[in-house]
């Protein structure tokens, strides 16, 4: 029997993505929550802080989140800005320090505030995306709108915990959020009804880059915004309605089990020496 790469993919699927493997990945606060405010506001801090160790990264979410309570929407919005300065600002992770964590926070209340919620913000850049007939992805100019937003109580400068799409970066912890938010599988909770899996890209990290060249999905040289859709337009022609389908269990077999990516891309292949 021949099998092909979506046959790989799907057995890797079948066997990886489910609910028990989800840690130590830090989608498993998003699933702390049951209701879907928590989870929106839990998930865009959870990904915002998913860089460096993971161990790091578990510790400095917890940092966060913990301090935030059984409903992290509801401190959010009630919170004074002056206690959340005296709650957050000893909170540092790697490079990002406590002014920019409260900032973001108060960033992603300003946008709660204007738009009702985080979702309605990314839809209202994608809808004058499409009304202005921009050519570019709409879900870009969600991304552009969102950060924009969010950026707004650091004068719209530099923040290391939400990169600006305009600038061509791959901005992959953007696009970790928009899967958390927006799949509905074992893994991902699909907290959002409004925006379709198909209009997705990928969460574009070292290990996602180096799998896709190995594979031929990318001759790229650059792990940029060009390269994300590219490699996403190759998992669409496997997947057309879903291509980041996959990201959750590739990831995972490097921080799970190990996997160095050349042992991952020889099972893809058919080769299980």
């Known amino acids: 029997m ?5 046959d790989r993919l799907e057995e890797l699927y079948t066997a990886s993505n489910r609910r028990d493997l989800i840690h130590p990945d830090p989608l498993s606060f998003v699933h702390r929550y049951t209701d ?3 989870r929106e506001v839990a998930g865009f801090i959870a990904s915002c802080l998913a860089y460096g160790r993971v161990v790091q990264i578990h510790k400095s979410v917890e940092r966060v989140i913990g301090r ?21 600002r000893d909170v540092v992770h790697r490079f990002t320090t406590g002014q920019e964590i409260i900032g973001t926070l108060m960033g992603i209340r300003g946008v709660i505030d204007r738009y009702g919620s985080i979702e309605r913000c990314v839809l209202a850049g994608m809808t004058e995306s499409r009304r202005a007939r921009s050519g570019d992805a709409p ?17 719209g400068g530099y923040n290391s915990l939400v990169p600006c799409p305009e600038k061509g970066s791959a901005v992959k912890r953007l696009n970790l959020y ?17 925006i379709s899996p198909a209009e997705l890209i990928v969460p574009l990290d070292v290990h996602m880059f180096r799998i896709s060249r190995l594979l031929g999905l990318t001759r790229r040289k650059q792990a940029d915004m060009k390269t994300a859709r590219e490699v996403t337009d190759g998992f669409r022609l496997i997947a ?17 089990f190990g996997m160095d990516i050349h042992s ?3 099972v893809l292949n058919g080769n299980r020496k």
């Open 36 to 38: 879907a405010g928590d």
């Open 139 to 155: 879900i870009i100019s969600g991304l552009c709108r969102l950060a924009g937003e969010v950026n707004r109580p650091l004068g």
């Open 178 to 194: 928009l899967r958390w938010m927006v799949r509905k599988d074992e893994v991902d909770p699909g907290v959002w009804e409004s």
């Open 68 to 88: 935030m309570g059984e409903n992290p929407l509801e401190y959010l919005m009630t919170t004074a800005e002056r206690d959340l300065e005296e709650t957050f």
């Open 240 to 256: 057309q309605d879903d291509p980041v389908k996959y990201d959750f269990a590739l990831a995972s077999l490097g921080i799970r």
């Open 2 to 6: 021949i099998f092909t790469l979506r």
């Open 264 to 266: 991952l891309v020889n």
